[in-house]
């Protein structure tokens, strides 16, 4: 019985994978597995390994963490085994990446973070990135903690609006 379970637990790895279609970070697939009581951290930790090792899964690693996606080996396994997930769970699978799918994609695109460069003082480093390269990069300089913690919360807010922005009056 428990190499079924796990076999279905790769299953649906891969299956979330392959519907949500964009890269995500182990953290990220923690929080959907464990949100929705799909896998729990053990399992989940498991299986990703056994699906790296199997070449179903790609592991990147780059500046913001490590990375996890489908191979094409996997989508065809998918491909050929899906039915073996519940419909039940595979719709379930579908509903949350269409409903959290641009949520997830802003969170591997983004990145916010500060550094205390004297007293009172505080750098903010402000990135979009794109295959986790970064495209556009803001630096800022703020005079507090909290003005930097601000900053970084209001980031994946105003991130587009201001590369747009930017992009429309330097193209001119």
């Known amino acids: ?40 951290y053990f399992d989940l930790k498991e299986c990703l390994f056994e699906l790296i090792e199997g070449r179903l899964v790609e592991q990147r690693e780059t500046p913001n963490g490590t990375f996890y996606s489908i191979t094409e080996l996997g989508q065809n396994t998918v491909f050929y085994l899906e039915k073996e997930l519940p419909e039940s769970q595979r719709k379930a699978i579908d509903a949350y990446c269409d409903a959290n799918r641009d949520a997830l994609r802003l969170e591997t695109e983004l990145s916010a973070d500060y550094i205390k460069i004297d007293e009172g003082e505080y750098r903010v480093m402000l990135k979009i990135l794109e295959n986790q390269l970064p495209v556009f990069e803001l630096n800022l300089i703020t005079w507090s903690k909290n003005s930097a913690e601000a900053f970084i919360r209001r980031w994946k807010d105003v991130a587009p609006a201001i590369y747009k922005s930017t992009y429309d009056i330097l193209s001119k």
Do not use: G, H
């Open 1 to 40: 019985m428990r190499i079924e379970a796990i076999a279905q637990n790769k299953l649906l790895i891969l299956y979330l994978l392959k519907s949500i279609n964009i890269q995500l970070s182990e953290l990220q697939i923690l929080r959907i597995v464990s949100e929705n009581e799909w896998l729990n």
